[in-house]
């Protein structure tokens, strides 16, 4: 492959994670159930995932109370936001430099 | 070696998950249709049966000669207007978010609801101010403005068409509460017509 895959994180590789990252990007923090309605996936396929950016320090976890029924919710850090800005430019770049070799074709 | 990945899909999805996770898009087209029509039949009851057409004079308190209509009746009729649109709206986005795979009750419905609340609350308690004041020609009007400040602040969170549609029923609110005595016209132009129109654009525009 010609293209360098340099910049695209391998953290964004799967679509659960890209999609979590996608929208803790634009709330400011999501409760568990909420995540898993809006990606629609199973308790234990989110958690596994979660638990892998939360390993790289993307995402943190806030715990709380809501009545007596726990409640986690998840929020970006500040290295989360610039890692999925920089995925970000880097789709970016793919698309144009692939855009570019269709010209030259 | 890894699957291919294709950049463009890879943008598409963040997108529709960013919107997805922050707009709440079961809002159904006929509901605005069915809206409107009830609120037309409640002004023409309120009108033709109740009599009301409030004398009023340019503060929006009532004449002597105002006629004589039960207030308790028309604001009666009003209530049960609301709780059928209220009922139509929840009815059809129950519906429309079956279809779409999401629960009626999520994050986003919440966050839609709460950003109308305040404006509504605020303006639902000034408004029964102003009846206990005597100010019946404000009521109509003001009802649209409270409405329409409701729907511009929730739009962020559903379509952008909302936001139109508030700062119509602003509008007509506003020009209801200077052009006192055509209140009741005003109000069935903004929660009759406007809501018919909208209802019919969404209905294309995203459900057909």
Known sequence: MKISVNGLHKAFESRVRLGIMSA??????????????????????????????EREKFIDVEKSFVGRKPNTSYFMTQAGKKAFDDHLNALEMLINSRNRNEIKK | MKE???????????RSMMERSTKFLSLSGWAGVLAGIYAICGAFIAYRFLGFEPGVNNDGSLCADSGSFSLQQVIFVAVVILLLAIITAVFFSYKKAAKRGEKLWNATSRRLLVNMAVPLVAGGILILILISKGFVGFMAPFTLIFYGLA??????????????????????????SFFVSYGLLFWTLGFGLAHIVYGIYIYYRYEK
């Open chain 1, 24 to 53: 803790l990007a634009v709330n400011e923090k999501i409760d568990f159930n909420s995540l898993k309605e809006f990606l629609e996936v199973t308790d234990g396929n989110l958690a596994s995932h979660l638990k892998a950016l």
């Open chain 2, 151 to 176: 729907l511009y602040n929730a739009s962020r969170f559903t379509f952008e068409a909302v936001k139109f549609l508030g700062l119509i029923q602003i509008s007509l609110g506003l020009l209801g």
């Open chain 2, 4 to 14: 291919e990945r294709d950049p463009i899909r890879d943008i598409t999805d963040i």
